[in-house]
């Protein structure tokens, strides 16, 4: 019996380090993997999961959208945010949920005691990261979000999405090709991928930002992309994304597993993650 963490690419996946470690932890004689597939072996796998043959599934890029379509029932949250990122059998059922969302608000509160009523977001990026997180900022009664995404087509998508979800939280359309954040921002947001190769620079201007600006870009690898680079530099606070990765993981044990990891647990595996790369 084993797990998987599925996309492509996916061999910057960290996934594996986390889920071993609990897994050895909690010793559940199980392991856990990382898989690239194509697009067309999704609904084998899913049968495989369907079968009892693979205990569970995390989705990576691109595939979070395209998975929906294989499975029998998404939770509320997933359907929310219309991506899945964890997929198990309930009760004879393969189930798809989403823990993207609660895992970055879980890893802002956590690290900085950040509190979301209210605040000016600035994210950049409209896929399937991006659903999650902002599903989950309506939820937390954030008060504006601005959206840049490199393809205008879908940035007008996500926020006609999600208007039609919020009459408290204000959704506003930003040009990539000007990305000046204002003073009332409050966090700036990296969903996209752009950042995990050397040498990609998403140009923002940072002349009109607080100085209690934070920076989160999800990426996790390399620890450091050029945006956080650019944004220190200026004096501003900065996270990775492997604060986010390893809480929504934690969300994605409990659901396979039922058991609660403790703060020790979840701090234990970012050590080791830290070490590794």
Not at 71 to 89: M, P, R, Y
Not at 122 to 134: D, E, H, K, M, V
Not at 139 to 167: C, D, M, P, W
Not at 201 to 221: F, G, H, P, R, W
Request: a positive charge; proline letters at 2%; charged letters at 25%.
């Amino acid at each position: 019996m084993t797990l998987f963490v599925i996309g492509k690419p996916i061999k910057h996946s960290l996934s594996p380090v986390i889920h071993n470690f609990w897994i050895n932890k909690y010793k559940l004689g199980l392991e856990y993997n990382k898989l690239e597939v194509e697009k067309d072996l999704l609904p084998s796998l899913i049968e495989r999961v369907r079968k009892g043959k693979i205990t569970g599934l995390n989705i990576t890029l691109p595939y979070k959208k395209d998975i929906i379509s294989y499975i029998d029932e998404i939770s509320h949250t997933a359907k929310d945010i219309g991506a899945v990122n964890t997929v198990f059998l309930k009760g004879n059922k393969v189930y798809g949920e989403n823990t993207d969302g609660i895992g970055f608000t879980k890893a802002l509160e956590k690290k900085k005691k950040f509190n979301f009523l209210n605040k000016s977001i600035y994210i950049l990026g409209a896929g399937g990261a991006s659903y999650g997180i902002i599903s989950r900022l309506i939820e937390k009664k954030v008060q504006t979000i601005y959206v840049a995404n490199r393809t205008k087509q879908k940035t007008t998508q996500l926020l006609s999405y999600f208007k039609s979800k919020t009459k408290y939280t204000k959704l506003k359309f930003v040009d990539w090709k000007h990305l000046v954040p204002g003073s009332d921002v409050d966090l700036v947001i990296n969903t996209t991928s752009f950042g995990m190769k050397k040498n990609q620079i998403i140009e923002i201007n940072t002349e009109n930002l607080k100085d209690s600006l934070i920076l989160v870009d999800i990426i996790y690898s390399p620890k450091e992309t050029e945006l956080i680079k650019l944004f220190k530099k200026k004096g501003f606070f900065c996270m990775n994304g492997l604060n986010m990765l390893v809480e929504q993981a934690a969300v994605s044990f409990k659901l396979w597993f039922n058991i609660s990891l403790k703060n020790e647990d979840i701090e234990e595996v970012k050590r080791i993650c830290e070490a590794s790369y």
